[in-house]
């Protein structure tokens, strides 16, 4: 059965965006990265919108690449955790992805994959994030062995590192990261991949041949003290939850579990059908604005599982009624505002809901 929150997916704001990628980086190609169904917005449907534009998409694990294949997205598709497995590598074979190549187990599956198929692979190096890629000192040595393997396409190889600090524009690790990089690969012939959404909006040192643009896409700013509207990024999603009752408080009273809001006066709430069970953060504070009608109001208490209480004192009596929808983040309240309240990232949000709330057409 449906819960009450629901989630509008805005195709033309996720265009509006992979655009914006591309204004910024216009000579490098893009590849999407619709991960995590697409943070949360659905991988198919995100797929279709940007397949116009988008050179190819990424995703993490095998299993998101072959849900792709099956919807028929035909355009290249990279798994950037790679393959784990002789199984991955069948699949990988079978649906024509192209694999990351980050671990020396995974070059071990590769010399032992029966027949002979040619892979297509990112190899990634580590430059200082120490996630995933070979240490830059070994990638000369795996690229030569790379390039005579009889199992991977030489020319289609691509080098590739992660960025662990680019949301930071005075973080100086960055330039270290970008430097290292630029010396391992001055001796590798091969295209180049770096870029993150924080890389391709602050760092232009990072674009080189490919992108790959996430967080952006789906209009949420990379940097915490940057407004996506600086950016020109639009929301790709808005959560909306209908109001289901409005209560006269009095001076005094205690709002919601844990009785952590008192009333410093006679108050009117409203509630509203949207919880930590629909993806809305447990940790957002009192004081997260919530719109109702388009006017601004502010959480109270603590988040429930399927329910907010919010403060609605200071608009006029009948200018909120049961079954009015409230915008708990989207068009008109970036999802960075409120993650900033929750102490965590707009990242999070988008995912958790995405993934818990019936998304309602586009
Ligand atoms: C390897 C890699 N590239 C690109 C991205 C996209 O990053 P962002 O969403 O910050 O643009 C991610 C996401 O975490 C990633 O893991």
């Keep these: 059965m449906k819960r009450s929150a629901r989630i509008i997916i805005h195709p033309e704001s996720l265009q509006h965006n992979l655009l914006r990628a591309k204004k910024a980086a216009p000579n490098s190609k893009i590849s999407a990265v619709i991960k995590a169904n697409a943070y949360g917005h659905g991988a198919l449907d995100t797929a279709g ?25 035909d ?28 671990e020396q187990q995974q070059l071990k599956l590769l010399d032992d ?15 200082g994030m120490h996630r995933l890629g070979f240490p830059a000192e070994q990638a000369g040595q795996i690229y030569h062995r790379l390039q005579k393997h009889h199992q991977v396409k030489p020319d289609q190889l691509l080098l590739m590192t992660h960025l662990s600090c680019a949301d930071e524009r005075k973080n100086n690790y960055t330039r270290q990261q970008l430097e290292r990089f630029k010396q391992v690969c001055s001796h590798l012939p091969a295209q180049q991949s770096i870029a993150n959404s924080a890389g391709i909006l602050g760092w232009k040192e990072s674009h ?22 600086e950016l020109d990024l639009k929301a790709a999603m808005t959560l909306k939850a209908p ?19 008192k009333c410093p006066r006679d108050m009117n709430v409203a509630v509203i059908a949207c919880g930590y069970a629909d993806g809305y953060p447990r940790h957002a504070a009192t004081g997260t604005p919530v719109l109702i009608n388009g006017q601004l109001t502010r959480l109270l208490g603590r988040v429930s599982m399927d329910m907010i209480v919010v403060d609605i004192s200071h608009l006029d009596d009948n200018t909120v009624k049961v079954s009015d929808l409230a915008e708990l983040w989207g068009e008109n309240l970036s999802v960075d505002i409120i993650a900033h309240h929750a102490e965590t990232i707009g990242y999070e949000l988008l995912c958790n809901a995405g993934n818990n709330c019936a998304i309602y057409g586009t």
């Design 208 to 229: 080189s041949d490919w992108i790959r643009p996430g967080i952006m896409l789906y209009g949420s700013s990379p940097f915490a003290e940057t407004h996506r509207d």
């Design 49 to 73: 919108i940007l397949y116009q534009v988008a050179d190819s998409f990424a995703v993490s694990c095998i299993s998101e690449a072959v849900e792709l294949r099956q919807a028929k997205i």
């Design 75 to 102: 355009k290249p598709i990279t798994v950037l955790q790679g393959h784990q497995s002789m199984d991955d590598l069948r699949i990988a074979e079978n649906y024509q992805l192209r694999l990351t190549l980050h």
């Design 113 to 127: 994959y029966p027949g002979n198929f040619r892979f297509e692979l990112n190899l990634k190096i580590d430059t």
């Design 243 to 261: 109001v289901i009752s409005i209560h006269q408080l009095k001076k005094g009273d205690y709002i919601g579990y844990a009785a952590t809001f």
